[in-house]
């Protein structure tokens, strides 16, 4: 699948901004799930300070604000080619040492829940095991029925990594709307990447863009996790949608969980109000 894809966000201050320091990861990369053709990165009203690859891998770029203007414009547009794969990565490469992801992170701590599932995963194959995984987290009650979730941990750190502070700024999950039943996506796949490491597998998180349906016009920023398979290397699990990603994902970043794998983030200092829109569109 051919698409072209442009992911606009938009910061505006009601007053001249103090400073300001901006993460922005929104360049994909080509791989063994699709092919990146033409692709830019815009920012208007900051300064690009550096650019580099972080350890994972993810394509970063350093913006800084200070003063007026009042409006932050970051854009990312091009072309990528998507292939159906069936989730399969290929094998480990990059800075970060394979047994980095094996590694509990503040959002992927396993409680009792986690560990109630992995103990209910069953032997055989591991890439058996891992499917059935994710099939149980699909069976998992919904929240808005009023039922309590296998596990809350994953979900509390971020309710307190959201409130992190007025100085904190980043894309909400809502503005990129990652919501589906049974938790946010977020909470899903940080949820799976701390069972499977239970389960004795390297896990990360990945955050790009989904087509529900094979309509693009439907397009929105997703999550999933991926975990590393003895044989076949890293394998795409997407428990909002119980399946592997096919030609309808777009991978853009990866990390041990969603903070590192932020589109956009970073720091402001002072007391401007901030209001933050982002849009997305893909076309076939």
Do not use: C
């Not at 970060?96 to 194959?125: H, I, K, N, S, Y």
């Amino acid at each position: 699948m051919r698409l072209k894809i442009t992911h606009r966000t938009e910061y505006r201050y009601d007053r001249p901004i103090a400073y300001a320091l901006q993460r922005v990861r929104l360049l994909p990369r080509s791989g063994a799930t699709q092919k990146v053709g033409s692709w830019s990165v815009t920012i208007e009203g900051a300064h690009e300070q550096v650019r580099f690859t972080d350890h994972f891998g993810n394509e970063t770029r350093l913006i800084s604000v200070e003063g007026a203007p009042r409006v932050i414009g970051i854009e990312a547009t091009g072309e990528v080619e998507t292939y159906n794969k069936a989730g399969v990565i290929g094998l480990h490469h990059g800075f970060a040492p394979l047994w980095l992801f094996m590694r509990e992170t503040e959002l992927t701590m396993p409680g009792d829940g986690a560990m109630a599932l992995a103990a209910a995963v069953g032997e055989g194959a591991d890439i058996a095991r891992l499917h059935e995984l994710m099939a149980l987290m699909g069976e998992a009650p919904d929240p808005a029925d009023g039922e309590t979730p296998a596990d809350a941990d994953a979900v509390q750190a971020l309710v307190q990594a959201s409130g992190a502070g007025q100085s904190q700024t980043q894309e909400s999950s809502a503005a990129q709307g990652e919501v589906r039943t049974g938790g946010t996506i977020r909470d899903q796949a940080e949820m799976f990447i701390a069972v499977a490491r239970l389960l004795g597998f390297p896990a990360r998180y990945v955050s790009g863009y989904l087509i529900p349906d094979g309509a693009a016009e439907k397009a929105a920023s997703h999550a999933w996790a991926e975990a590393h398979v003895e044989g076949l290397g890293w394998v795409g699990f997407d428990v909002a949608n119980l399946m592997s990603p096919d030609e309808t994902y777009v991978r853009v970043t990866t990390g041990r969980d969603h903070r590192d794998a932020m589109a956009v983030s970073g720091i402001r200092l002072g007391q401007a109000e901030e209001r933050l829109a982002v849009s997305i569109s893909l076309e076939q």
